[in-house]
T-cell receptor, first 112, second 111 residues
Framework: DGGITQSPKYLFRKEGQNVTLSCEQN?????MYWYRQDPGQGLRLIYY???????QKGDIAEGYSVSREKKESFPLTVTSAQKNPTAFYLC???????????FGQGTRLTVV | GENVEQHPSTLSVQEGDSAVIKCTYS??????FPWYKQELGKRPQLIID?????GEKKDQRIAVTLNKTAKHFSLHITETQPEDSAVYFC??????????FGKGTMLLVSP
């Protein structure tokens, strides 16, 4: 289903802990993205990467970190510095400029 | 960067009616405008897109129109069905080549 996989689907974290969300794609896409979705807020860009070993901050990068060591993988770490981490996180990938972005099924993170 | 405004935030229609969702964008250099449908608990999926060199595109019951001068584009769904109920997002391709999304429209189609 889809070619882009996020894991886990649900994640619970204690306050003060870092947590890493996985995103893997087998679509041979160069570009990968992380979005955060909150009710009524649409999709907000956290980080994106257009090639391996390079990534850029999006609109709400504070408290998050990423890496792009492989073309297929773009993990997102939610650090303890993120003040309100409870949200639905979506990873996406696209092949070229001006083409469709494919989304993973999302990870719902809850801080307890 | 790009700013995309989407209206309305919620839209209720009767089955068989038409639904229209409108978006405006700020960056005149944006040239790719997709629409995504997200059903409850699922991932967003592309339903239609339009590029800046055309003014209208249709795919069965859905169509998108683009007015570059006014910097707005709209999604039109005709003969709505209950399975059309979902959240719809518009997006524009920003200057640094990432999609900027609107805040979404929750469409509810009542039988």
């Amino acid at each position: 289903d889809g070619g882009i996989t996020q894991s886990p689907k649900y994640l619970f974290r204690k306050e003060g802990q870092n947590v890493t969300l996985s995103c893997e794609q087998n679509l041979n896409h160069d570009a990968m993205y992380w979005y955060r979705q909150d009710p009524g807020q649409g999709l907000r860009l956290i980080y994106y990467s257009q090639i391996v070993n390079d990534f850029q901050k999006g609109d709400i990068a504070e408290g998050y970190s990423v890496s792009r060591e492989k073309k297929e993988s773009f993990p997102l770490t939610v650090t303890s510095a993120q003040k309100n981490p409870t949200a639905f996180y979506l990873c996406a990938s696209s092949g070229q400029l001006n083409t469709e972005a494919f989304f993973g099924q999302g990870t719902r993170l809850t801080v307890v | 960067g790009e700013n995309v405004e989407q209206h309305p935030s919620t839209l209720s229609v009767q089955e068989g009616d038409s639904a229209v969702i409108k978006c405006t964008y700020s960056d005149s250099a944006s040239n790719y405008f997709p629409w995504y449908k997200q059903e409850l608990g699922k991932r967003p999926q592309l339903i239609i897109d339009i590029r800046s060199n055309v003014g209208e595109k249709k795919d069965q019951r859905i169509a998108v129109t683009l007015n570059k001068t006014a910097k707005h584009f709209s999604l039109h769904i005709t003969e709505t069905q209950p399975e059309d109920s979902a959240v719809y997002f518009c997006a524009g391709l920003s200057g640094y080549s990432t999609l900027t999304f609107g805040k979404g429209t929750m469409l509810l189609v009542s039988p």
